[in-house]
């Protein structure tokens, strides 16, 4: 059997790429604006903050939280970014410690409870700590005392929670701290 010749092609030379880190880089497309997002995706993304921060706690595993929040994974990786981590060759994937997603909270003023927007999860975690214990102060398992003496002079946001325990009863007792409203979506109505 006669052997194949190689074809023999004419001395090109190749152009070599500087290995550098920087060809190296694959650019990432960056997540889009929390103010450019339409209400449908804003859902999307608040929806994928409470999964984050359920993975923080150890509420569950990726997968599950997943299925109860009602994203896919391409979405939650999409809004969550950098705040989820590992999840390759097998390994779980994780929250970080602490993440900048935008959320949008009430915030308890003199006046009663009003919106804010934040990008801190520590921030988001004392003012649910503060509405747990004011919570507890309305139905008197927290003393008066107790909630002003860890409440007064605290800064969240950059701005003083409303620590007056008595005043706190009377806007309880007139209706205008509305408990079952605390957790809804603050943004704008559907």
Do not use: C
């Not at 092609?9 to 990432?28: D, E, F, G, H």
């Amino acid at each position: 059997m006669p052997r194949k010749r190689r074809q023999v092609r004419p001395n090109i030379k190749k152009r070599t790429v500087k290995s550098s880190k920087q060809s190296a880089r694959i650019a990432k497309t960056r997540a889009p604006r929390y103010e450019s997002l339409t209400p449908h995706q804003k859902d999307a993304y608040a929806r994928t903050a409470n999964l984050v921060s359920d993975l923080r706690r150890g509420e569950g595993r990726y997968v599950g939280l997943l299925r109860k929040y009602h994203l896919y994974s391409r979405t939650a990786r999409k809004h969550a970014g950098r705040n989820l981590l590992s999840g390759t060759r097998g390994k779980p994937v994780r929250a970080s410690k602490s993440d900048r997603m935008v959320r949008d909270l009430l915030f308890p003023m003199s006046s009663g409870d009003l919106p804010i927007r934040t990008r801190s999860s520590r921030d988001a975690t004392k003012l649910s700590d503060y509405y747990n214990d004011r919570e507890k102060l309305l139905r008197g398992k927290l003393g008066i005392a107790d909630f002003e003496a860890k409440w007064h002079g605290v800064r969240i946001a950059g701005q003083e929670v409303f620590a007056d325990a008595p005043a706190v009863l009377e806007m309880a007792d007139a209706d205008v701290l509305k408990m079952e409203n605390l957790y809804a979506i603050v943004g704008p109505e559907r």
